[in-house]
């Protein structure tokens, strides 16, 4: 396993996952990779380390440019475990290592692995010498754990962001610069939308405090690496997906069906979308996975949800995606519920509720739509008429 240089003496030395296929919950098509970053200086530094079944591929790595057991200075910008697990192997071969970290991040790898290393704790604005490099710190509480902190290095110009700025990509190539950029953003979207997403207002003042940085070199956690040629594009995706930037103009219909007439019926919404020029997905949750329902989440406006009743309640797929939506948080959007029924018709108000409350999602809410039994070609017809006249008179509140 070879080191990748990424400038004179600063390495990544991570590890790639090339079968993840689900993190957390959603789905990771491309895999991923673990990253870690070796500083060789006059202290010798490693910043985060790897899941731990992939240590020996770290050590390979760094073995490519040093001797491990050589490391001063490990800096552990967060505690969740794909990025911490490789520590208690770490300590065997460096157990004098100063464990850099702030008073979250030694509470929690306390926790975890039941050791009281040599523990130094940082708060934002402090600096540490390597000799002819410093480092630098600020603390990211809730981006998206208690112990999120960055890395900044100011003689190199590199932001070592931990969580923040990653993609869910496992790939020979290390640079963003390096893959299809619609490919990259699209990963790092998807990751801000299924892990990010409920600290926006978190990340909008992690941006105002990295804003005055001179930066050359962004590194996260996972995925590739941001260079000049694109690092204004991922900072202006993360400033829109932060600041809630939706389109007026998009629109997702997000249905499961039992006898196809809630199916009828959201195809029947779909239209009425486009003929408004609104852009609209139609997605089934037979289909497509929740995780990559929530990327277009993103940047749509109008979310509309429907379910015919099952057991005077709302099928299991729903359900599921209506709770993974919630705890994700976006805010600011108008939602519609609609569905067919047999004879009890509750699944429409219970999608309504949790759709509109705002102990829930929190949407600004059309009226709901629902019918009995198989909707007829003239029902369908009557449907979009209404919800035209709806949609219309939210664009104009817009």
Known sequence: MKAVKLREGIYWVGAIDWDLRNFHGYLTQRGSTYNAYLIIDEKITLIDNVKYYLYDEMIARIKDVIDPSKIDIIVQNHVEMDHSSGLPMLQKIIPNADIYTNSNGIKGLKLHYKQDWNFKEIKTGDSISLGKRELSFITTPMVHWPDNQVTYCPQEKILFSNDAFGQHIASSERFASELPMGIVMEEAKKYYANIVLPYSKQVQKVLDLAAPLAIDMICPSHGVI????????????????????????????????????TQMMAEAIHETFEKLGVRAKLLSLQHNHISDIMTDIIDAKF????????????????????????????????????????????????????????????????????????????????????????????????
């Open 303 to 398: 979310i509309a949800v429907g379910s015919p009743t099952l057991n005077s309640s709302i099928l299991p797929t729903v359900a599921a995606f209506l709770y993974y939506l919630k705890g994700l948080s976006p805010k600011d959007r108008i939602g519609l519920a609609f569905g067919s029924y047999g004879w009890g018709g509750q699944s429409i108000p219970i999608l309504h509720q949790l759709l509109g409350d705002p102990k829930e999602c929190g949407f600004d809410m059309l009226e709901p739509i629902k019918h009995q039994y198989i909707p007829s070609k003239e029902d369908l017809e009557n449907l979009k008429i209404s919800l035209e006249k709806n949609i219309k008179a939210k664009l104009e509140e817009q």
């Open 226 to 261: 941001w260079t000049p040629d694109n690092i204004g594009e991922i900072l202006a995706g993360y400033k829109a997906w932060a600041y809630n930037v939706s389109d007026n103009h998009r629109a997702l219909v997000i249905y499961d069906s039992m006898w196809k007439s």
